[in-house]
């Protein structure tokens, strides 16, 4: 598009990051307009989109919302694997029983042709629907990915066997079962794609989980005779004053007008020991006020406390591809081509150039079928997986785990790069240790005098 200067897209995390060329930005209103075209465009393209609301105030709300949908997700992938793996499990049923002798006319209906027939079509309207149709429009559309090379592997296995149940006196060979185990084996794949996108949200929604969910509001702004009522964290505005009792979280930053306490903030700093608090000090939402009464003047409420900040911060983190993601995503780019490319050399070499290169192999069988079921193969062998999804996928859990432990990482690049650190140096013990000693070893020493113990101690460490 002539509007957009670059865009960078993850498709583990689902989101694309655009920007615009300058002159787009002088239109009032630019964003909402620029992100409503090219949601709609993409959502033509197959890929159902929406603007995302910028806004750090529906930071929860959009990650409950992701939560819902990978929920949704995972319940339907892990319905269309069962079905899919059932019919696999039927259709290697009777190919087992030749291994125990088994002669009941039951078995023998379960090897037949026309029962892996029926059982190849059943996977086509069933749980293999979505696979072939979107890897059909995306290659008609020229943007040919896995689902393509799924969806032309199965189709023309299923095709040349149909052929070849049809008329017998072609002599080739039948292999209905391959686009059933096909289909069985990717859908396993992507099963387990969505439970790793749902583990990353999960850890993401354990990050928002620290804040509360309720306030305090003063009703005046008198600390010494105010009453208060309970409102929802989100509906709290800049200049409100909020009680926070001992043990409760703080539900937004703010500044302490009134009161005296100390905070644990070791979920935001690491830091174990807990900070004391004045009137004028600044504290963050989802840190704990220990022991007294503090009243707090709002000052970053809603989506916008240093929680949120953090988690933003994971989000472009996700965003930011590794150098081996970026080779990756150029080799996958054109691997479709290649693949389908292979293919068709495959089908002329053995066809014209086989029987005579390589006459052992057309003994039990026309040079044509062999052709034809090695082509296939080509495409059912070839599906991208790896190239496309396991890169991203390990991007997306990694900075994500990381974050739940406290450790924030920039990017994928920061995380290739720091799979090469041999030493890390810290200026700072408070932040490595939870500040509670504990007894590792105890040593008895005999003497003259009797018996003499010694402790030796340390810090758990993080």
């Known amino acids: 598009q002539s509007q ?60 409950e919302r992701k939560m819902g949908e990978k929920l949704q997700n995972l319940k ?95 002599g080739w060979k039948t292999f209905f079962e391959e686009p059933i185990m096909l289909i069985a084996f990717v859908l396993l794949g992507k099963n387990l794609e969505q439970r790793a996108k749902l583990k990353a949200a999960s850890d993401m929604t354990g990050l928002l989980n620290i804040l509360p969910s309720k306030a305090r509001l003063m009703v005046d702004n008198d600390a010494e005779q105010s009453s208060f009522t309970e409102v929802p964290c989100g509906t709290l505005a800049v200049g409100d004053y909020i009680l926070v009792l001992p043990g409760d979280r703080i539900p937004a930053d703010g500044l302490v007008k009134a009161g005296r306490s100390t905070v644990d903030e070791s979920s935001l700093t690491g830091e174990p020991m807990p900070v004391t608090k004045i009137a004028g000090a600044e504290v963050s939402a989802g840190s704990i006020n220990l022991n007294g009464k503090l009243t707090v003047e709002v000052r970053r409420p809603g989506g916008e406390t240093v929680m949120s900040d953090i988690l933003h911060l994971v989000e472009e983190a996700q965003t930011r591809e590794a150098p081996v993601q970026r080779l990756a995503d150029k080799v996958a780019g054109n691997f479709t081509y290649g693949v389908m490319a292979l293919s068709s050399a495959t089908f002329m070499f053995w066809s014209i150039f086989g029987s005579q290169f390589v006459p052992a192999a057309i003994q039990q069988g026309s040079a044509m079928s062999l052709a034809l079921q090695l082509s296939c193969s080509v495409l059912v062998i070839a599906c ?40 890390i140096v810290f200026d700072k013990t408070g932040t490595l240790t939870i500040g509670k000693p504990v007894v590792t070893k105890v040593i008895a020493s005999h003497s003259e005098g009797g018996v003499n113990t010694k402790l030796s101690g340390s810090y758990s460490v993080y």
Request: glycine letters at 10%; aromatic letters at 8%; a positive charge.
């Open 4 to 63: 957009v200067v670059s865009a960078t897209v993850n498709l583990a995390t689902e989101m694309a990051v655009v920007w615009a060329v300058p002159e787009d930005r002088a239109v009032q209103d630019w964003k909402l307009q620029l992100g409503e075209k090219l949601a709609s465009q993409l959502t033509t393209c197959g890929y159902k989109s929406s603007q995302r609301d910028s806004s750090k105030v529906s930071s929860q709300n959009v990650f």
């Open 76 to 170: 339907q992938s892990g319905r269309e694997l069962a079905v899919s793996w059932a019919l696999c499990a039927v259709c290697l049923l009777g190919h087992i029983s030749h291994l125990f002798g088994v002669n009941a006319p039951l078995m023998h209906m379960f090897h037949s042709t026309g029962f892996h027939l029926s059982l190849s079509i059943f996977t086509f309207i069933g749980p293999g629907r979505r696979l072939i149709v979107d890897g059909l429009k995306s290659l008609f559309k020229g943007s040919p990915n896995m689902n393509t090379l799924v969806g032309l592997g199965a189709l023309s296995s299923f095709a040349v066997s149909s052929v070849a149940a049809f008329i017998p006196k072609l």
């Open 384 to 423: 991208p997986c790896a190239l496309g999804l396991a890169t991203p996928t390990a991007v997306l859990v990694g900075t994500s785990l990381g974050a739940t432990r406290g450790l924030l990482l920039r990017g994928g690049d920061v995380l290739e790069k720091f799979a090469e650190v041999d030493a």
